[in-house]
């Protein structure tokens, strides 16, 4: 979203008090969503770019709120013939819909803003000081309202997103008491053109981690070759081939591959060094393996052939 620092975190942690999160992340994102429309209107009232790009910004965590609350109910959903793996790539393609609407959010503030940075226009700064109040009081409203509602990783992620409205609204909030004292109206454009470019860096900077995932990039949180040498030395493994590593949403990683075992096992042996990969991989977050054992001959004629 406008700024999550790690993008794939919404849908984490679905089993901690979910009817509590559940109940909290939806007063959040009510909130959110009531107060950016109300922001949107204060702005073109006030004359603020500041407060229109800040609206921007809410709107971002509105939607990152939202995909959130969506996921809680949606990532319980089985796989099926359609979706075999579930539906967690949902989130990385609500991530993407959220990051292109943020980016042409931001640059259409910047292009309005910059005019006025020449030709600076005059600002309700009374008004200016009202919302910006306001803006502190709904988002700490709806902080303290997930800091009720439990800690689970999906709650800790949205509030970090509420934490920093309530960061920009006291910028504002500053900003605008200095407008009110010295008519310094090019302070109005200089906030928000900080502002629409904090939010075009995160959406970029979340970009790539989104791409990475669509693209099917091995999880950058794990070295792969430090999983393969693990899985090579695991008792009656003499290598590996075939090692696919992906991720479905950033946080649930998937593995196949085939592992050439040293000589002719029996079906416990097979069965104990399949246990040995899986609890290797688990160790380092990975959810889901597929593995094919195949032993030396039937690798030789494999190649062979």
């Given amino acids: 979203m406008a700024h999550q620092h790690h993008w794939n975190h919404h849908q984490h942690d679905h089993h901690h008090h979910p009817d509590g999160e559940d109940r909290a992340i939806g007063t959040a994102f ?24 800040d609206a921007i910004h809410d ?53 309005e803003t910059i005019p006025r940075l020449l ?67 090019q302070l109005d454009p200089i906030l928000s053109l900080l502002i629409a470019a904090y939010i075009l860096f995160n959406a970029l900077r979340n970009m790539r981690g989104i791409m990475r995932v669509f693209l099917q990039a091995t999880p950058g949180q794990i070295d792969v070759g430090e999983l393969k040498d693990a899985i090579k030395s695991v008792s009656g493994v003499a290598e590996i081939h075939d090692f696919h590593l992906w991720t479905l949403d950033g946080d649930y990683h998937v593995l196949t591959l085939h592992a050439v075992t040293d000589k ?12 040995s990969i899986r609890a290797l991989s688990a160790s380092r977050k990975v959810g889901h393996v597929t593995i094919e054992l195949e032993s030396a001959e039937e690798h030789c004629q494999i190649i062979c052939n």
């Avoid at 209107?41 to 229109?52: K, R």
């Avoid at 949606?74 to 790539?89: A, I, V």
Wanted: glycine share 10%; proline share 1%.
């Fill in 264 to 275: 002719k096992r029996t079906t416990e042996e097979c069965i104990a060094i399949k246990e």
């Fill in 59 to 111: 709107l971002g965590d509105t939607l990152a709120i939202g995909i959130a609350w969506a996921l809680e109910k949606l990532s319980l959903r089985k796989g099926n013939t359609e979706f075999s793996y579930g539906y967690r790539r949902m989130s990385t393609l609500a991530a993407l819909i959220n990051v292109v609407i943020l980016t042409a959010g931001s640059v259409f503030i910047a292009a």
């Fill in 30 to 53: 009510f909130l959110n969503a009531a107060f950016t429309v109300i922001e949107i209107i204060g702005g073109f009232y006030t004359n603020s770019m500041a407060i229109l790009s």
């Fill in 119 to 185: 030709h600076p226009e005059e600002v309700n700064s009374g008004g200016m000081i009202v919302f910006a109040l306001l803006g502190v009081f709904f988002n700490g409203l709806a902080v303290w309202r997930l800091g009720r509602g439990g800690n689970a990783l999906n709650q800790r992620t949205v509030r970090l997103h509420l934490l920093e409205d309530v960061l920009g609204w006291v910028a504002v909030l500053v900003g605008s008491i200095v407008i009110h004292f010295t008519g310094f109206y």
